[in-house]
C-alpha cells in the first residue's frame, strides 16, 4: 500500500519553463489537495480537488493549474515557472466523511522545486 | 489575523522528559477540527492526533495527547517520554467549515511550526 506518493522528488527549472507534478494515491480518496511550503512557514493551499472532475482554488492559486482526470491523480502545473515558485509541493488526499471534520488528510513526501 | 499560532520557533527537551507544543487558534466557527502533524528532516508529513471541538475527552494517541481548552482556543501537543526519534518539526492545522460551498474542501490551515530538538 503506497499511500499517496509524488513525482518527480527532486525539479530545476528555468524561468518561463513548464512542468507538471504528478501526485497519485492508492485509498480511493475523494479529495486531494495541493500545498507549498515556504521556509518559516506552514503549508498553503494552492488547488484542491473534492472528486474526478472537478477541481477548486485555495489560498494561493496564482501561476498554477490542476487537473483531477483520474480519481486517483491530481496533477500541478507550472505554465510559465517564477522564481517565487520555488518551494516544497505537497500532495494530499483525505476521504469524505458528510459532516464531519475528522478526515484526515494524508500527505506524499513533497517535491522540491527550484526555480533558477 | 493568523488563524493557527505557534508561539515556539524552536523547543529543546532532554530524552525521557514530557515536552509542550503550544499552539492557538482563531475561529468564530462552533465547528471545527484540530490536527498535529510531524515533519522530521526527511520532509514527509505525518498525522499525529486529532481533536474535535465538541469532544469533551482530550485525544490521546500512544505518547502523544492534545491539551484542549476550548475557552482559551489552545491545542497544545503534549509528548511524553520523549525520544531522539521525536526531534522534528511540528505542525498544528486547523480545519474549519467552508461557507463557499457545500461541496468544498474544508481546507487545513497550518501553523508556522515548531521545531523539537530532543537531547540525548
Known amino acids: 500500500n503506497a499511500g499517496v506518493t509524488q513525482t518527480p522528488k527532486f525539479r530545476v527549472l528555468k524561468t518561463g519553463q513548464s512542468m507538471t507534478l504528478l501526485c497519485a494515491q492508492d485509498?480511493?480518496?475523494?479529495?486531494m489537495y495541493w500545498y507549498r511550503q515556504d521556509p518559516g512557514m506552514g503549508l498553503r493551499l494552492i488547488h484542491y480537488?473534492?472528486?474526478?472532475?472537478?477541481?477548486a482554488k485555495g489560498e494561493v492559486p496564482d501561476g498554477y493549474n490542476v487537473s483531477r482526470l483520474k480519481k486517483q491523480n491530481f496533477l500541478l502545473g507550472l505554465e510559465s515557472a517564477a522564481p517565487s515558485q520555488t518551494s516544497v509541493y505537497f500532495c494530499?488526499?483525505?476521504?469524505?466523511?458528510?459532516?464531519?471534520?475528522?478526515?484526515?488528510?494524508?500527505f506524499g513526501p513533497g517535491t522540491r522545486l527550484t526555480v533558477l | 489575523a493568523q488563524k493557527i499560532t505557534q508561539t515556539q520557533p524552536g523547543m529543546f527537551v532532554q530524552e525521557k522528559e514530557a515536552v509542550t507544543l503550544d499552539c492557538t487558534y482563531d475561529?468564530?466557527?462552533?465547528?471545527?477540527?484540530l490536527f498535529w502533524y510531524k515533519q522530521p528532516s526527511s520532509g514527509e508529513m505525518i498525522f499525529l492526533i486529532y481533536?474535535?471541538?465538541?469532544?469533551?475527552q482530550n485525544a490521546t494517541e500512544g505518547r502523544y495527547s492534545l491539551n484542549f481548552q476550548k475557552a482559551r482556543k489552545s491545542a497544545n501537543l503534549v509528548i511524553s517520554a520523549s525520544q531522539l526519534g521525536d526531534s522534528a518539526m511540528y505542525f498544528c492545522?486547523?480545519?474549519?467549515?467552508?461557507?463557499?460551498?457545500?461541496?468544498?474542501?474544508?481546507?487545513?490551515?497550518f501553523g508556522s511550526g515548531t521545531q523539537l530538538t530532543v537531547l540525548p
Open positions: 494530499a488526499s483525505s476521504r469524505t466523511q458528510a459532516g464531519g471534520f475528522t478526515d484526515t488528510q494524508y
Open positions: 485509498m480511493n480518496h475523494e479529495y
Open positions: 480537488s473534492v472528486g474526478e472532475g472537478t477541481t
Open positions: 475561529t468564530s466557527d462552533q465547528s471545527y477540527g
Open positions: 481533536q474535535g471541538s465538541y469532544d469533551e
Open positions: 492545522a486547523m480545519r474549519e467549515p467552508s461557507g463557499v460551498s457545500s461541496g468544498s474542501a474544508r481546507q487545513l490551515t
